[in-house]
């Protein structure tokens, strides 16, 4: 039985846990210019209170986890982690979301760890670009990430892609080529506000326009859509990959939202543009149980907001760049 419904009787079955707030690369729609100052490590929640929160969440109903961050491969023993949560009974899925600098050489241990799906962010194909998006160097090792976690069997591999118009829109065929032999799902990710990350509609390449170019191309056939899904899922024809559209601007899915988040420092987010947060890092320290903890949590979910508010009060309200939330 679910027990984390809002007052809206969504149900919530899938968690995002960031597990540092840290990261190796310098997205200019990610972090802002002049960079974060990073928490302490007693700030952070250790791997044993992380498992313990997450116990107590899917005693509550979540079936599904995705370790993110800050990247995530850059917090040591991480597959160590993985393990243990893949170990809780009622666990589903284990999912992660990584910048793919790393993977190359910890596909293997995190797939043997119980890691069963993976996103890569990548924004561009050309490298001259992936410099000027991410301030790094790194482009290479991205793709030999993909590469790597194709051959140890994570398909369909799913690669994340934010769009911002007048800056990468114009490789969105080039991703749609790149997984013509690929069993890769290629995510165009609108672009959405946070603090300081220069946020602009005009920026925005919304799902009708980007689905619509690739329509001058390829035959589009919608495929079914998973409970809570936040992307629209399309088969090309005659290609091995396939095409989402996350549609988080032009095409709310609030009323289908079945996620929650956990931050790197311990707080919990209802919903990822909302400031609102409650902090389970000082709760848990001060010693409360688990049926408290538990308490606390379904209050927190109840009181998660219908739906995010318009992109101008997004950006006017003083949420946490998207380093520090954990996407």
Same mark, same amino acid.
């Given at each position: 039985?679910?027990?984390?419904?809002d007052?809206?009787? #969504?149900?919530?079955?899938y =968690?995002?846990i960031?597990?540092?707030? #840290?990261?190796?690369?310098r997205?200019?729609? *990610?972090?802002?210019p002049?960079?974060?100052?990073?928490?302490?490590?007693s700030?952070?929640?250790t791997y044993? &209170?992380?498992?313990?929160?997450?116990?107590?969440?899917?005693?509550?109903?979540?079936?599904?986890?995705?370790i993110?961050?800050?990247?995530?491969?850059?917090?040591?023993?991480?597959?160590?982690f993985?393990?243990?949560?893949?170990?809780?009974?009622?666990?589903?899925?284990?999912?992660?979301t990584?910048?793919?600098v =790393?993977?190359?050489?910890?596909?293997?241990? =995190?797939?043997?760890?119980?890691?069963?799906?993976?996103n890569?962010s990548?924004?561009?194909?050309?490298?001259?670009r992936?410099?000027?998006?991410?301030?790094?160097?790194?482009f290479?090792?991205?793709?030999?990430?993909?590469n790597?976690?194709?051959?140890h069997?994570?398909?369909? !591999?799913?690669?994340? /892609? /934010?769009?911002?118009?007048? $800056?990468?829109?114009?490789?969105? !065929?080039?991703f749609?080529? +790149?997984?013509?032999e690929?069993?890769?799902?290629?995510? $165009?990710?609108?672009?959405?506000?946070?603090?300081?990350?220069? @946020?602009?509609?005009?920026?925005?390449?919304?799902?009708?326009?980007?689905?619509?170019?690739?329509?001058?191309?390829?035959?589009?056939?919608?495929?079914? =859509?998973?409970?809570?899904?936040v992307?629209?899922? $399309?088969?090309?024809?005659? +290609?091995?990959?396939?095409? %989402?559209? /996350?549609? %988080?601007?032009?095409?709310?899915? *609030?009323?289908?939202?079945? #996620?929650?988040r956990?931050?790197?420092?311990?707080s919990?987010k209802?919903?990822?543009?909302y400031?609102?947060?409650l902090?389970?890092?000082?709760?848990?320290?001060?010693g409360?149980?688990d049926?408290?903890?538990?308490?606390?949590?379904?209050?927190a /979910? @109840?009181?998660?907001? &219908?739906?995010?508010?318009?992109?101008?009060?997004?950006?006017?309200?003083?949420?946490?760049?998207?380093? %520090?939330?954990?996407?």
């Amino acid at each position: 039985m679910n027990k984390l419904v809002d007052s809206f009787g #969504r149900k919530h079955t899938y =968690l995002r846990i960031s597990v540092t707030d #840290r990261c190796n690369l310098r997205c200019q729609y *990610c972090m802002p210019p002049e960079g974060l100052d990073w928490k302490k490590k007693s700030e952070i929640l250790t791997y044993e &209170e992380m498992l313990r929160i997450a116990r107590v969440f899917v005693d509550l109903g979540i079936k599904k986890i995705r370790i993110t961050g800050g990247e995530p491969l850059v917090r040591k023993d991480l597959d160590l982690f993985i393990k243990q949560i893949s170990e809780l009974p009622g666990i589903q899925t284990i999912a992660m979301t990584t910048n793919g600098v =790393l993977l190359a050489d910890k596909a293997q241990a =995190l797939k043997d760890a119980g890691l069963q799906a993976l996103n890569i962010s990548l924004d561009t194909l050309k490298e001259d670009r992936f410099k000027e998006i991410t301030k790094r160097d790194d482009f290479q090792n991205v793709i030999n990430g993909i590469n790597a976690a194709l051959d140890h069997g994570f398909s369909p !591999l799913k690669v994340n /892609v /934010v769009l911002i118009k007048g $800056f990468n829109d114009d490789e969105i !065929l080039d991703f749609i080529d +790149y997984v013509k032999e690929r069993p890769i799902n290629i995510r $165009f990710i609108e672009y959405m506000p946070f603090k300081d990350n220069h @946020w602009s509609a005009d920026g925005v390449c919304t799902y009708a326009d980007t689905k619509a170019l690739i329509e001058t191309k390829h035959k589009l056939t919608a495929l079914s =859509l998973e409970e809570g899904a936040v992307a629209k899922d $399309f088969a090309i024809a005659d +290609y091995a990959g396939t095409v %989402s559209f /996350v549609t %988080s601007m032009t095409e709310s899915f *609030c009323a289908s939202c079945n #996620r929650l988040r956990l931050t790197a420092d311990g707080s919990m987010k209802s919903c990822l543009f909302y400031p609102a947060e409650l902090n389970l890092r000082d709760t848990l320290r001060a010693g409360i149980s688990d049926e408290g903890l538990a308490k606390i949590i379904q209050d927190a /979910v @109840w009181q998660k907001p &219908e739906a995010h508010p318009p992109a101008e009060e997004i950006l006017a309200d003083q949420n946490r760049a998207m380093i %520090s939330i954990g996407g």
